[in-house]
DNA sequence: TTGTACGCGTTATCAT
DNA sequence: ATGATAACGCGTACAA
């Protein structure tokens, strides 16, 4: 890659001169900025970035972190700090997980937005601080300079529930996701909550494991089915899963909502397609808020309170 | 952020032996290397990464570059590209347009892949060398040290339509594409030459406008419903539009496949779904070969010949 | 206009 | 066994 010096030696000019041109200083004679203008365009001369930022220190560029490739809404949540990013003249690289933490070490970045559960609150901890602030999505570490934001399941789910009773539904099977994640936990408990407060009894041997895949959705829903003892109906710990159940039931002929009714959890594209009842989480939109939380950290203005956002329920044709 | 001088100041020796202790050398007495581990892990050092290849000047890391958030296929590309990196030892920052010029421009990263349409021929040959070399996916530049990754549209359209000539189809209809597009102008072509080749005659009227999305499909078979004059066969330049088309003939009480075959091209995720007659490109596997190519060029052994990837029809159930 | 010290964090070399 | 310091790369800024 052509520098500085490549065009200083083939101009004839010192190094400050070059410079000088390309930062439009008036300190150069006509002829020598021509020249050196010229000979900048021909052999391509491009600014080094980091050279360029060597002093100042500020390459106002913020780094993305995730790992999991298998969540479209990932592009979303992306896409929502890219534009808040761009709106505020700052620059997003995007990085997964081995990489990231190389790109952290770096001083590079000025900042992070951390999604990936594999980032370990140690090796954040260890980096963070008042010139490298962290915001960590849907989880909370309790740092001076890493801020959380996160999505409520929690009363969302809880809402859900409560129309559900509302609208008269008393027999309620539920399939979980991963026990360990805080989604599952978060879900089930506000699920159990509700029941609770309701008076209605919640049998466990309605409870069926998942896994948050399509497959474990599937599989739950034929255990169900062998059961012979329907739910009203099914909530579902994400889409996935409830498009899996919802395939299982229609294979055994059952119709939904007929037969028996379904919830899911995300508005996922597919949720769409199946006309699914779920919880749109407003992916772009917290990612935009992510971003501006950092921001606001980056310039001191902000603070590490948590951030929460809310979801909303996606009324569709899966529910009588 | 915690460095090597903060590490010997607090533990009262220099910076040299510092470095040496991290970098399990042995010329360091027993007490004094266990006393700076011991200060390493209290104070969460972490070795700065740009520091370090300051000297080596390899970071081992490319940078992959797009822009497009609407696609869910863009992460199966970035998934591929990042495996092969990690089995070969290297790290991945993706960037957007915006931020991946500033990238490019430092000496961080040792290559890039490019997906970008928006980034330019120009920009592209300026940063280009022996030591950056750079892959560009589906795009053709003439330069000595960048290769091009391109999926092969027009042999698997040409196939695509053989195929279904061979089963008897001989009314055609086509939706295609943006038609500054090299996909939609590949795919059409196909089409076009595979039926010529056949003796079949395709009539103007039969072409509809789209321009990728959904809702153009679903316009464009709108306005094919009021024609009357439905043709056997719907070829879409992708599966958007096929789903916008199929939307629109059911809403008109049309059956698929017995009143109208349907096929698209991309096998989306939707595809699926909607058991639609495809051409599947194998997203991840080009974004894995795209980074062994590159990888290939960085180590001195790839050439900059174009490297071509093959599509293969999925016969689903929108075809009779 | 030019020469050159400076900034970043680490590593390598040579002294002590 | 430990320390002092130059070097790495590239552009900027300031004195000459």
């Known amino acids: 890659m052509v520098g500085i010096k490549d065009i200083a030696k083939a101009a004839e000019v010192s190094v400050s001169t070059v410079s000088n041109v390309i930062n439009g200083r008036k300190n150069v004679g006509k002829a020598t900025r021509e020249k050196i203008l010229s000979i900048c365009e021909e052999m391509g001369y491009q600014p080094n970035f980091l050279g360029k930022t060597l002093k100042s220190g500020k390459t106002d560029t913020i780094v993305f972190n995730f790992s999991d490739f298998d969540r479209a809404f990932y592009l979303k949540i992306i ?4 534009d808040y990013l761009l709106e505020n003249g700052l620059d997003l690289i995007v990085s997964t997980t081995n990489s990231s933490q190389n790109i952290m070490r770096s001083n590079y970045p000025q900042g992070a937005i951390i999604l990936d559960k594999k980032m370990d609150n140690k090796f954040l901890v ?8 962290i915001v960590v999505m849907d989880r909370i570490v309790d740092h001076n300079h890493i801020k ?3 999505v409520e399941n929690y009363p969302v789910m ?10 008269g539904f008393r027999e309620f099977g539920y399939i979980g996701g991963i026990e360990s994640s805080l989604d599952h936990q978060e879900r089930y408990q506000a699920f159990l909550d509700t029941l609770e407060k309701n008076d209605i009894l919640f049998h466990r041997t309605h409870y069926y494991h998942g896994d948050f895949s399509e497959e474990s959705g599937y599989r739950a829903a034929k255990i169900l089915i062998l059961s012979n003892n329907l739910p009203e109906l099914l909530i579902c710990a994400n889409d996935n899963m409830a498009i899996g159940a919802i395939k299982a039931l229609k294979e055994n002929n059952y119709s939904i909502p007929e037969d028996i009714s379904i919830t899911g959890f995300d508005d996922s594209s597919m949720a ?14 917290s990612g935009y ?5 950092l921001v606001e950290m980056i310039r001191g203005t902000g603070t590490n309170q948590s951030f929460k956002i809310n979801a909303t329920i996606k009324w569709r044709n899966t529910v009588k």
């Open 79 to 82: 896409e929502g700090i890219n």
């Open 126 to 133: 260890s980096v963070a601080g008042p010139d490298f602030p």
């Open 148 to 150: 959380s934001v996160i």
């Open 158 to 167: 809880c809402d859900l529930v409560q129309s559900l009773i509302d609208k």
């Open 272 to 285: 769409e397609t199946y006309e699914l009842t779920t919880v749109a989480i407003p992916r772009y939109e």
């Open 289 to 293: 808020l992510a971003a501006k939380e």
